[in-house]
T-cell receptor, first 115, second 114 residues
């Protein structure tokens, strides 16, 4: 069964550094998402992406964040200058059609630790 | 904005016990409802979903959930749990015609004692 994959599984970085989290969505899916979960808190939506554009974003997704689909398979989340509060588990998800009766499939997550 | 509450943060059961995990949401319109499970060290997996029709939905591994519109609830049930059901369970809501964003509850950690 096809799965969403994410790399790395764990990333440690210094405050102020840039990080790029990578995801490979399921191959025939058209919608891509990033969510995050700070330790002990809820899973929160960051952004959705369709047709090479951001289709929706939350207030968490400020100018420090960007997303890109650099090629036909990868979907990346970049954090420009990491802060301590960016430490969280970041989940990528993908879905086939978006909206309506669509289902999002999640990757295993990348644990980001900002020191 | 919608919100989702899962009232039980931690549940400990013995094998063969029955399970019910609560999920309530606040949103005035039509919603799609989901339960995801995360086994230790694994990714979020879809257990079941409700879009429309029969409010009692059956999912994988013997789980079911009932949508009660009047109570804004979507509780997850399993008549007899197994040790392998030890995991964290997340309820999620998406308004039907308002984008793709899923709003998650806080999760319930279930431990099943053998």
């Amino acid at each position: 069964e096809p799965e969403v994959t994410q790399t790395p599984s764990h990333q440690v970085t210094q405050m102020g550094q840039e990080v790029i989290l990578r995801c490979v969505p399921i191959s025939n899916h058209l919608y891509f998402y990033w969510y995050r979960q700070i330790l002990g808190q809820k899973v929160e939506f960051l952004v959705s992406f369709y047709n090479n554009e951001i289709s929706e974003k939350s207030e968490i997704f400020d100018d420090q964040f960007s997303v890109e689909r650099p090629d036909g398979s990868n979907f990346t989340l970049k954090i420009r200058s990491t802060k301590l509060e960016d430490s969280a588990m970041y989940f990528c998800a993908s879905s086939e059609l978006g909206g309506g009766t669509d289902t999002q499939y999640f990757g295993p997550g990348t644990r980001l630790t900002v020191l | 904005a919608q919100s989702v509450s899962q009232h039980n943060h931690h549940v400990i059961l013995s094998e063969a016990a029955s399970l019910e995990l609560g999920c309530n949401y606040s949103y005035g319109g039509t919603v799609n409802l989901f339960w995801y499970v995360q086994y230790p060290g694994q990714h979020l997996q879809l257990l079941l979903k409700y879009f429309s029709g029969d409010p009692l939905v059956k999912g994988i591994k013997g789980f079911e959930a009932e949508f009660i519109k009047s109570k804004f609830s979507f509780n997850l049930r399993k008549p007899s749990v197994q040790w392998s059901d030890t995991a964290e369970y997340f309820c999620a809501v998406r308004p039907r015609n308002a984008g793709n964003m899923l709003t998650f509850g806080g999760g319930t950690r279930l431990m099943v004692k053998p």
